[in-house]
Nanobody, 115 residues
Framework: QVQLVESGGGLVRPGGSLRLSCVASESILGINLMGWYRQGPGKQREQVTIMTSSDDTIYADSVKGRFTISRDNDKKTVYLQMNSLKPEDTGVYYC?????????WGKGTLVTVSS
């Protein structure tokens, strides 16, 4: 069972940046798919970005050009760099990995974009 712990959330002004981290309890080398999701106030959870084991990436239209997913295999960590943040980016951000057909989720980290 893979355990995931997100960090890096907080309060930021519009136009600012944050970097989220997701640390896994085991190696991420064998993971088929990893990604970031978010749930805004009164909204359903949505996919923000995903990365395959071959480093192919997909981004939601709303974050293209502003967010970047990356990983550090040695640190067992997946990152989400978020730039030019907007109030509509506010929400709880979750890390998810797919390994051997099973989804594993972290508990989330809160991002609030407000002036």
């Amino acid at each position: 069972q893979v355990q995931l712990v997100e960090s890096g959330g907080g309060l930021v002004r519009p136009g600012g940046s944050l970097r989220l981290s997701c640390v896994a309890s085991e190696s991420i080398l064998g993971i088929n798919l990893m990604g970031w999701y978010r749930q805004g106030p009164g909204k359903q959870r949505e996919q923000v970005t995903i990365m395959t084991s071959s480093d192919d990436t997909i981004y939601a239209d709303s974050v293209k050009g502003r967010f970047t997913i990356s990983r550090d295999n040695d640190k067992k960590t997946v990152y989400l760099q978020m730039n030019s943040l907007k109030p509509e980016d506010t929400g709880v951000y979750y890390c998810k990995v797919l390994k051997r057909g099973i989804d594993y989720w972290g508990k989330g980290t809160l991002v609030t974009v407000s002036s």
